[in-house]
């Protein structure tokens, strides 16, 4: 079975800084996805970013990148210059084929 | 390439009464899951279809059923409603051709029950 743990319930960040979400998770799995999502007020589960487990460098896009320390079974997101727009609750999550395991979510807060 | 959608957005039912909620993916991916999320429980799976066949199943009872067409189209229907089944319905559709394909989501069905 997969599971998902994300510990920080909420965090507060200052416009421009970077921030760093926690994400463990746990698989017996040799071959496994780990994906981040953004879900603003409005509902919509928003794809941030991938990281298959045999990638040799950490994933980026944009202002997302991934730290993913395979030995910890740690896949962090860090955002760099955070906007007041990323305020929002961010998922992280495993996928088997088509059957994703979300962890309990982080909410992020950008003060301006 | 158009997103994932599903109607409706919002839905009040009364308990007892049943729902149907519907979902189009995005052109080309043959698989549909569909998720409920509530405050107490987090985001949980529901089931997922592929090529009209389901293909997967989680842990929710019978009241919960699915269905997709050949043009990958896929519905969802609750019956016997309960206060318990209000959530945020999100569907997702994906190549899912392996564990590592990202699914896509919808802007979610919002289902209050009363």
């Known amino acids: 079975a997969q599971k998902i743990t994300q510990t920080q319930p909420g965090m507060f960040v200052q416009e421009k800084e970077a921030v760093t979400l926690d994400c463990t998770y746990d698989t017996s799995d040799p071959s496994y996805g780990l994906f981040w999502y953004k879900q603003p007020s409005s509902g919509e589960m928003i794809f941030l970013i991938y990281q298959g487990s045999y990638d040799q460098q950490n994933a980026t896009e944009g202002r997302y990148s991934l730290n993913f320390q395979k030995a910890r079974k740690s896949a962090n997101l860090v955002i760099s210059a955070s906007q007041l727009g990323d305020s929002a609750m961010y998922f992280c999550a495993m996928g088997d084929i088509a059957r994703l395991t979300f962890g309990g979510g982080t909410r992020l807060m950008v003060k301006p | 390439k158009a997103g994932v959608t599903q109607t409706p957005r919002y839905l009040i039912k009364t308990r007892g009464q049943q729902v149907t909620l519907s979902c189009s993916p995005i052109?080309?991916?043959?698989?549909v899951s569909w998720y409920q999320q509530t405050p107490g429980q987090g985001l949980q799976f529901l089931f997922e279809y592929f090529s009209e066949t389901q293909r997967n199943k989680g842990n929710f009872p019978g009241r919960f059923s699915g269905r997709q067409f050949s043009n990958s189209r896929s519905e969802m229907n609750v019956s016997t409603l309960e206060l318990g089944d209000s959530a945020l319905y999100l569907c997702?559709?994906?190549?899912?051709?392996?564990?590592?394909?990202?699914?896509?989501f919808g802007p979610g069905t919002r289902l209050t029950v009363l």
């Open positions: 052109s080309g991916h043959r698989s």
């Open positions: 997702a559709s994906s190549l899912a051709l392996a564990s590592t394909d990202t699914q896509y």
